[in-house]
T-cell receptor
């Protein structure tokens, strides 16, 4: 059973397009995250939702919009894609209590390539 | 600005050797220090974690050493195996925004057979 799943695994698109990445977790967690991993493997938090409420919103262009329809899903929509958006995007989830007390489980990642 | 500084960027070790990765932080509010392991093409996975009330934690061949006064912590991989070849990230969290994990830049470990 996949704990945290993401679709698609690979996404190749042209500059200026709009795309979405979907994430689902079946762990019963109520906190979910989006991370961006750049070409140098640096992991940076983008957003976090707890019980469908946005709790972390880092300095991310407003072209990126997360949406949490329910506790098990957190989607990421990106408008007007730019070359610099090319990266691997990871979804993660954890129980409530924050990163200080609960392990974050990561999905397999979505490799986004903007041409 | 990176809140957790990690070194080295990469290291190569012979099978059976010891791999040591170091991390340093400034924020004294941090109270949780996990290490994540990432294999190529996969997401990071929790390897081992420590809180500042202990100076060392060992799980199998992996040991975290923690120095609260120096604000440093390190991961030691004993008897390194080729299957340990991966990228290792230290991280820290705590304080006001407890949901946020601040990651180090990562260390790519290659274990030569």
């Amino acid at each position: 059973d996949t704990a945290v799943s993401q679709t698609p695994k690979y996404l190749v698109t042209q500059m200026g397009n709009d795309k979405s990445i979907k994430c689902e977790q079946n762990l019963g967690h109520d906190t979910m995250y989006w991370y961006k991993q750049d070409s140098k493997k640096f992991l940076k938090i983008m957003f976090s939702y707890n019980n469908k409420e946005l709790i972390i919103n880092e300095t991310v262009p407003n072209r990126f919009s997360p949406k949490s329809p329910d506790k098990a899903h957190l989607n990421l929509h990106i408008n007007s894609l730019e070359l610099g958006d090319s990266a691997v995007y990871f979804c993660a989830s954890s129980r409530s209590g924050g990163a200080g007390s609960n392990e974050q489980f990561f999905g397999p990642g979505t490799r986004l390539t903007v041409l | 600005q990176q809140q957790v500084k990690q070194s080295p960027q990469s290291l190569i070790v012979q099978k059976g050797g010891i791999s040591i990765i170091n991390c340093a932080y400034e924020n004294t509010a941090f109270d949780y220090f996990p290490w994540y392991q990432q294999f190529p093409g996969k997401g990071p996975a929790l390897l081992i974690a420590i809180r500042p009330d202990v100076s060392e934690k060992k799980e199998g061949r992996f040991t975290i050493s923690f120095n609260k006064s120096a604000k440093q912590f390190s991961l030691h991989i004993m008897d390194s195996q080729p299957g340990d070849s991966a990228t290792y990230f230290c991280a820290a969290s705590g304080g006001f925004n407890d949901y946020k994990l601040s990651f180090g830049a990562g260390t790519t470990v290659t274990v030569r057979a």
